[in-house]
């Protein structure tokens, strides 16, 4: 079976105690069942002179065996140094298959496998810094899954138009999935012709007319964020990151509902535009960030029919949409709360990666998600423009 891979895939190194954000901490670590039959048979004498086995270090949460994480919220077998016990101990054969992995993802489907690595690493940022992310054509499949492919191939490129504002790209994207999901059978030629130039064309032409108040692009993405950080925040986790940003959330949640909104808006407006301007400087990192989330996410390879492989691309390119949401929302608010400090490559990465973190959810996960707070599952395209804001 045939492999594909990005350019980048083979440069990354795990950067282990050098790590800005360790892997080993705050979120779950899944432990597959051929790891904790070899860890029954292993005892902790050499990390803690107990007579326990490794696997009374799990627990199970939320239906799976996961690492039980110490009151700090980090793996028992992290060290001080931001090494791993197990691997110093054991070497890397004792790993679960979740450590031995991440931040490698493998998708595998009936006529190839493809592999990329997951923005929740810091060293997957670096990666993406420097220069714009090649990503593999697919063009040997002869399955249903052959015009998801060619869209996705579609969608990437749309993504690395550097004439277009990310925001831009990302609302002609899912503009065409909807028309592409409402007129089936779909073809080849159909998929050309929405991908064309004069229809990307027509489509930004009138996208220009379009205008949504900066406010309420603000207000609805200051509630997506609070909503996403719902459970985190119950449970303590990503502390230090999240409550300064909500902190300033709610300042302005409450501004907003008892001052003038004309003196907001134009106070905000200000704001907003030194923001994105800054913003830009970091256009590559973005644009690289959710090539890489439509090239790994975008098609299922458990997909059965054309119309569901199309509902499966428009729910995740919703996903991706409120994944970009909340890492810009979470970085203009650090940006206020900072009093307009300037934006830092290192500030970016934190918030890809935490906010990578927080959102990478199943797939199952993620229709649950979008059901249970949104009308319908597949939203109206004004949505998306709500959230997105229309950022020429």
């Known amino acids: 079976m045939k492999n594909y891979q990005p350019d980048y895939y083979n440069n990354f ?60 919220h980090r793996c ?40 990329t690595l997951m923005p929740c690493c810091p060293a997957v940022i670096d990666l993406w810094c420097e220069k714009p992310v090649t990503f593999p054509v697919i063009s040997e499949t002869r399955n249903n899954l052959s015009t998801a492919f060619l869209i996705r191939d579609n969608l990437i490129k749309l993504i690395s138009d550097q004439g277009l504002s990310v925001e831009q790209a990302l609302l002609d994207g899912l503009y065409i999935l909807l028309e592409l999901y409402k007129n089936q059978p779909i073809t080849n030629a159909h998929i050309q012709e929405y991908f064309s130039d004069q229809t990307l064309n027509e489509l930004n032409t009138a996208m220009e007319d379009i205008h949504i108040p900066d406010e309420d692009t603000f207000i609805e993405c200051n509630e997506l964020l609070q909503d996403l950080s719902v459970n985190y925040r119950k449970e303590g986790l990503y502390t230090a990151f999240l409550q300064p940003v909500l902190t300033e959330a709610c300042k302005y949640s409450n501004i907003y509902s008892q001052s003038d909104n004309n003196s907001i808006s134009r106070t905000l407006q200000t704001s907003q535009e ?54 810009r929302q979470s970085l203009f608010l650090w940006y206020s709360h ?35 707070s949104f009308a319908k599952l597949i939203w109206d395209w004004g949505y998306a423009a709500l959230i997105m804001g229309i950022r020429k």
């Not at 790994?296 to 492989?309: F, H, M």
């Not at 490559?345 to 199952?364: A, K, L, P, Q």
Request: glycine letters at 2%; hydrophobic letters at 35%; proline letters at 2%.
């Open 13 to 72: 190194k795990c950067i282990a105690d050098k790590c800005s954000i360790t892997c080993c901490q705050e979120w779950k670590i899944a432990v597959d069942d051929a790891t904790n039959r070899k860890w029954m048979k292993l005892s902790t004498d050499k990390l803690s002179g107990k007579s326990n086995n490794l696997s009374s270090y799990t627990c199970c949460k939320d239906g799976s065996l996961v690492i039980k994480l110490d009151e700090k």
């Open 338 to 372: 900072n009093a307009n400090s300037p934006l830092t490559y290192e500030t970016i990465r934190e918030h890809i990666v935490i906010i990578s973190r927080m959102t990478g959810y199943d797939d199952d996960d993620i229709r649950e998600y979008l059901e249970n």
């Open 76 to 115: 028992p077998f992290l060290s001080k140094d931001k090494l791993c016990h197990l691997v110093m101990t054991y070497s890397d054969e004792v790993l679960s298959e979740t450590c031995a992995l991440f931040p490698r993802e493998i998708h595998r489907f009936s006529t190839h496998e493809e592999r």
């Open 274 to 327: 030194q923001f994105c301007s800054m913003l830009t400087d970091y256009d590559i990192v973005f644009r690289n960030y959710l090539t890489n989330e439509l090239f790994s996410d975008l098609i299922s390879p458990e997909a059965a029919s054309t119309k569901k492989i199309i509902e499966h691309m428009i729910i995740k390119m919703q996903w991706i949409m409120i994944e970009y949401t909340a890492i």
